[in-house]
């Protein structure tokens, strides 16, 4: 969003929109996650029709959260390198570490944005919850600093528009 706007030279104008760049970035942030949210909720209901009925709210929190993660971070390394491929390229790495942190969903990582707490069997159920409240307070804890720390970074109009 915010490397977009560098690489389409309409950064200088985002800067003059009155009340902030906030503005106009939380809404591009908006209509993202909006995009992903929908193209989930369709793939949410062709495998609950076509393959396995799941429970659909725990699970859609569960993917929701990675895709959320995910979208800001992308959001974030392209600012951070004032570049959509570069932010891009980062992120595809990024993802793949994790993927192969945590074998491709075989071993649940706590700390990972796609932990799935109905992979995880013979724990007591209290654990369970606690791991689970853990993982999604953090994991929204770090959704906020990732975007905090990327419009703190696309504030500092010299360091975003100096080549």
């Known amino acids: ?10 950064l200088e104008i985002a800067y003059t929109v009155p009340g902030g760049t906030h503005r106009v970035w939380l809404g591009k942030l908006a209509a993202a996650a909006a995009l992903l949210l929908a193209s989930m909720a369709l793939m949410a ?4 029709v076509l393959f396995t009925p799941f429970p659909v709210f725990q699970c859609l929190y569960g993917a929701a959260q990675g895709v959320a993660f995910y979208l800001v971070v992308s959001m974030g390394l392209a600012t951070l390198f004032r570049s959509e491929v570069a932010g891009a390229l980062a992120s595809i790495g990024l993802l793949s570490l994790n993927g192969l942190i945590t074998r491709f969903g075989a071993a649940q990582v706590r700390v990972s944005p796609f932990w799935n707490p109905l ?45």
């Open 45 to 48: 209901i062709a495998t609950f």
């Open 119 to 163: 992979a995880i069997d013979g724990i007591d159920p209290n654990r369970l919850l606690a791991l689970a409240v853990q993982n999604r307070v953090g994991v929204a804890l770090a959704i906020v600093a990732i975007i905090t720390l990327t419009f703190a970074r696309a504030d500092r109009r010299e360091k975003m528009l100096g080549t």
């Open 1 to 10: 969003m915010i490397a977009g706007e560098l690489d389409e030279h309409t």
